[in-house]
T-cell receptor, first 113, second 114 residues
Framework: EPEVTQTPSHQVTQMGQEVILRCVPI?????FYWYRQILGQKVEFLVS????????KSEIFDDQFSVERPDGSNFTLKIRSTKLEDSAMYFC???????????FGAGSRLTVL | AQSVTQLGSHVSVSEGALVLLRCNYS??????LFWYVQYPNQGLQLLLK??????LVKGINGFEAEFKKSETSFHLTKPSAHMSDAAEYFC????????????FGQGTTLQVKP
C-alpha cells in the first residue's frame, strides 16, 4: 500500500537553528499538508499546499515557517529559527484530488534544546 | 467554526469488554468525520470515516461508529477489546466542501487490561 514517507524520524537541534523536515507524499496525490502535535496535546493543522502554493495556513504558521515542493516528489517544511516551543511531532499528509481521506506519514519528532 | 470534543482523555477496559470512545462535533455545515488511531511511535492511521452515506460506519480491526446528527456525535465502539487495541484514538472533522484541514479532538488513550 502506498505510504507517505517522512525524514528524519527524530531531529535534535539547538534553539535558533534552521530545520528542514522532509516528506515524500503518495505519488498521485495533489494536496499536501503539515500538522503538528506538541507532546500531550491535540494534532493541529499548520498548512495545506496545492498547485505549488499555500492554499490555507493556520495562525501557528508564521513567518518562521515555510513550505516548498522543490521537485516532483519532495514536500518540505522549513523552520527558520527554531524556538523551544517548536518541539513537537510533525506529520506530513497528502490526498488525491476529490478524495476524502488524508494519508499521514509516521511523523518527524523535533526536539529543540 | 468546526470543533471536536472527545470526552475522556483516558479510557481503561478489560480485554473482551466493550470499547466506547466518545466524540462530539460542532459544525455549521455537513461534516465529514473520521477516527484515526495512533499506536506508540507510529503515525496516524485511518480507522473509519463518515462522508454522508450510511450513518453506521464500519472500519478496520472490528471498530465501528455511528453518526447521530441529532446528538452531534460520532462515538467509536468495538464489541470486544483486544490487547492490541491499546493506542491513542483521535476523532476529527472537516467541512465536506474542502479537501483538507482536519480539526482533531484532544485524543483518547485506550488502555486494555488483561
Amino acid at each position: 500500500e502506498p505510504e507517505v514517507t517522512q525524514t528524519p524520524s527524530h531531529q535534535v537541534t539547538q534553539m535558533g537553528q534552521e530545520v528542514i523536515l522532509r516528506c515524500v507524499p503518495i505519488s498521485n496525490h495533489l494536496y499536501f499538508y503539515w500538522y503538528r502535535q506538541i507532546l500531550g496535546q491535540k494534532v493541529e493543522f499548520l498548512v495545506s499546499f496545492y498547485n505549488n502554493e499555500i492554499s490555507e495556513k493556520s495562525e501557528i504558521f508564521d513567518d518562521q515557517f515555510s513550505v516548498e515542493r522543490p521537485d516532483g516528489s519532495n514536500f518540505t517544511l522549513k523552520i527558520r529559527s527554531t524556538k523551544l516551543e517548536d518541539s513537537a511531532m510533525y506529520f506530513c499528509a497528502s490526498t488525491a484530488y476529490g478524495a476524502n481521506v488524508l494519508t499521514f506519514g509516521a511523523g518527524s519528532r523535533l526536539t529543540v534544546l | 467554526a468546526q470543533s471536536v470534543t472527545q470526552l475522556g482523555s483516558h479510557v481503561s477496559v478489560s480485554e473482551g469488554a466493550l470499547v466506547l470512545l466518545r466524540c462530539n462535533y460542532s459544525s455549521s455545515v455537513p461534516p465529514y468525520l473520521f477516527w484515526y488511531v495512533q499506536y506508540p511511535n507510529q503515525g496516524l492511521q485511518l480507522l473509519l470515516k463518515y462522508t454522508s452515506a450510511a450513518t453506521l460506519v464500519k472500519g478496520i480491526n472490528g471498530f465501528e461508529a455511528e453518526f447521530k446528527k441529532s446528538e452531534t456525535s460520532f462515538h467509536l465502539t468495538k464489541p470486544s477489546a483486544h490487547m492490541s487495541d491499546a493506542a491513542e484514538y483521535f476523532c476529527a472533522v472537516r467541512r465536506s466542501s474542502n479537501t483538507g484541514k482536519l480539526i482533531f479532538g484532544q485524543g483518547t488513550t485506550l488502555q486494555v487490561k488483561p
